[in-house]
């Protein structure tokens, strides 16, 4: 069966400082990848997404990057963290990008930025 | 934007069915409408989606009208476990985007 993972769970950071957050899925090949960032009590924002090793497009400009160096890893990094990329972030994971494919999330990193 | 409206809480006893409704009025011919659950501090867990047949899973059943312009989820035997923020979403497709909103609050009571 497919799972997913994300780490660490819990991260505090000064600002200033870079970040990266890593995501990892197995039990499927060539899965597509989001990375979400929800803030509190707000709704999920998607941040950026892959379709393959190298393939990132990004939905909203910020202060952030995604990688994607290998077909199951997916990574989430800063230069310099700002007081407003406090939040929670979320990994998923879908067959394709047809509209009948649900995503599937990893159980977040909680980002606190001080 | 979201494209789904549905109320901000509910509450459920015990062991009864919980049916959550969602509007989702302007959903076009080809978007799902699907179903999410968050329960504090964890990721969203996918519950189950449809797009004009109702459907059934080892969580829960939805049923779509024949208009496509609402749903309701159905969790047949509320449990404790089941107390969480339920989101209805339509996928706007393309990389398969999910604009999750502020979902209901689901209170299963004792």
């Known amino acids: 069966s497919q799972t997913i993972h994300q780490w660490p769970a819990t991260l505090v950071q000064p600002v200033g400082s870079p970040l990266s957050l890593e995501c990892t899925v197995e039990g499927t090949s060539n899965p597509n990848l989001y990375w979400y960032r929800q803030a509190a009590g707000r709704g999920l924002q998607l941040l950026f997404y892959?379709?393959?090793?190298?393939?990132i497009s990004s939905e909203v400009p910020q202060n952030l990057s995604a990688s994607r160096p290998q077909d199951r890893q997916f990574i989430l990094s800063s230069k310099k963290l700002l007081l407003s990329d406090s939040g929670f972030y979320l990994c998923?994971?879908?067959?394709?990008?047809?509209?009948?494919?649900?995503?599937?999330f990893g159980d977040g990193t909680r980002l606190s930025i001080l | 934007d979201a494209k789904t409206t549905q109320p901000p809480s509910m509450d459920c006893a015990e062991g009864r069915a919980a049916n959550l409704p969602c509007n989702h009025s302007?959903?076009?011919?080809?978007?799902?409408v699907y179903w999410y659950r968050q329960i504090h501090s964890q990721g969203p867990q996918y519950i189950i989606h449809?797009?004009?047949n109702n459907e059934t899973n080892e969580m829960a059943s939805l049923i779509i009208t024949e208009d496509r312009k609402s749903s309701t989820l159905i969790l047949p035997h509320a449990t404790l476990r089941d107390t969480a923020v339920y989101y209805c979403i339509v996928n706007l497709g393309g990389a398969n985007n999910l604009f999750f909103g502020t979902g209901t609050r689901l209170t299963v009571i004792p």
């Open positions: 892959s379709v393959g090793i190298g393939q």
């Open positions: 449809g797009l004009k």
């Open positions: 998923a994971w879908s067959e394709g990008a047809g509209l009948n494919q649900p995503q599937h």
């Open positions: 302007t959903i076009s011919g080809n978007e799902y």
